[in-house]
């Protein structure tokens, strides 16, 4: 249980990858996790696109004004919103793709691999490009961006810091 949590702990945003492939398995078992993500009403509004091409990877490097890691990656995994499977009266699938992002950098840390997430929603100025690069439908939107790929250093995961602020707990009540 505690390695679990070490997971946790230590997981990083790791932007230097090694020249080493992500195997395929690895890849399936990351996007199986992101899969698992809850969602409000287990609507799962989410679709994921895999990028491996290296061609596609430099150009979403340029696309993104912080993907320059994109260059280096692996691989690379948008994480969409398709809106029609949203059927609340406010944006829910914002927090079910956070939490289908999250999964993916667990997933990623469990099995060795370097992780960082990258922000698309809310800006526009991201979005659409992306949208555009990936062909995706007027009713689906680009949430998230994740590059992958095996840390080129070895202490990408180092102990965890610390990061307790008892301040910011409240019990009971602020």
Not at 51 to 62: F, I, N, P
Not at 159 to 171: L, Y
Request: aromatic share 10%; glycine share 4%.
């Amino acid at each position: 249980m505690e390695e679990c949590l070490k997971i946790v702990y230590t997981r990083r945003s790791v932007r230097s990858y090694s020249e080493r492939e992500i195997e395929d398995e690895k890849i399936e078992k990351i996007l199986k996790a992101a899969l698992q993500a809850p969602s409000a009403g287990n609507e799962q509004p989410w679709h994921f696109i895999v990028v491996r091409d290296k061609k596609k990877l430099k150009k979403l490097a340029e696309i993104h004004p912080y993907g320059k890691m994109l260059e280096k990656a692996s691989a690379a995994i948008a994480v969409c919103a398709d809106l029609k499977l949203s059927r609340y009266p406010v944006p829910m699938w914002i927090q079910d793709c956070s939490a289908a992002t999250q999964n993916i950098l667990i997933a990623a840390r469990i099995l060795g691999i370097g992780s960082v997430w990258l922000g698309v929603y809310p800006r526009e100025e991201r979005m659409k490009p992306l949208a555009e690069f990936f062909g995706v439908p007027e009713d689906v939107i680009v949430f998230s961006l994740v590059a992958l790929g095996y840390p080129a250093s070895s202490d990408a995961f180092y102990e965890a810091e610390d990061r307790d602020k008892p301040e910011r707990i409240h019990k009971e009540i602020w």
